[in-house]
């Protein structure tokens, strides 16, 4: 007709590293006007994505399963959840990215070498978490609390998150799910760009943030201010059978979180 959309799937065998270039091109029909946006050039960089990653914590959640197994539908990913108290026998150096759930007071000594290192971290918070420390470790986001009360929190998806792209399916399902807990108290608002979901409670969608990512004085750190990912998982699967929304989020904020900033290309496109 006149006018209509289609999309076509097209998959690549990524079989070489580096940058690779791709003509994309459809042939023109007849009394075509212009042929001008018949092709298009693209860029992709292809690399070893595979990435070890640690999870540290203090005690047994049902959280840390829903991580592990979220990270590791793909293939790339390797995960290895580990007692803080173990630390030194499973050698952070060693990970692309460290996730630090819910520590408290306790831990404070034994991770201040891997705070002061330039190893990705994402932190999870919730009702465990010393919001003391956790503030003084990273400046992605800052939590204000004069008690040790949790509230229920959903997920509200932004619009102005640019560091990855979330699909339309997944952010649908985002807003159907069930609530985090989340700590009481106020919140210091990251700055545009860095909030991909933000706290909705009841009605009211706030400015609070819910996850967050961004560089950190060269570190990239992402931060979930909220617990009760299995809920999310248990309630995706009893409406859709899969854990599609889960696996994209942390397959994206891993992905970020371990991208290497300087292949960050910006490419321009010269016209004649």
């Not at 919730?126 to 949790?150: A, M, P």
């Amino acid at each position: 007709s006149n006018s209509f959309q289609k999309q076509v799937a097209i998959k690549l065998n990524a079989n070489k590293k580096g940058l690779r270039k791709y003509n994309i091109s459809i042939a023109p029909v007849k009394n075509e006007i212009s042929t001008q946006n018949n092709s298009e050039t693209i860029y992709v960089d292809v690399l070893d994505a595979k990435q070890k990653i640690l999870v540290l914590y203090e005690a047994p959640h049902p959280d840390i399963a829903v991580i592990k197994q979220s990270i590791e539908a793909n293939k790339n990913y390797e995960v290895k959840a580990s007692l803080v108290s173990d630390i030194a026998s499973v050698k952070p150096p060693d990970y692309n990215l460290v996730i630090l759930y819910q520590l408290t007071s306790a831990s404070n000594g034994a991770i201040q070498n891997l705070v002061k290192s330039k190893i990705p971290l994402w932190y999870f918070v919730g009702g465990q978490t010393d919001l003391g420390n956790f503030n003084n470790q990273q400046k992605v986001n800052r939590i204000t609390s004069n008690r040790l009360e949790l509230q229920e929190v959903f997920a509200q998806p932004t619009t102005d998150f640019t560091a990855f792209t979330l699909s339309d399916s997944s952010r649908r399902k985002i807003n159907s799910l069930p609530p985090l807990m989340a700590p009481y108290g106020s919140y210091a608002v990251p700055q545009p760009g860095n909030v991909l979901l933000k706290q909705r409670i009841g009605t009211v969608t706030t400015p609070f943030p819910l996850l967050s990512f961004a560089d950190d004085g060269g570190r990239r750190v992402g931060v979930l201010a909220g617990e009760g990912l299995w809920r999310w998982q248990l309630a995706e699967y009893q409406t859709y059978s899969n854990h599609h929304t889960l696996e994209e989020i942390f397959g994206q904020g891993v992905q970020y979180l371990t991208a290497n900033a300087n292949r960050q290309r910006f490419i321009v496109y010269t016209v004649k």
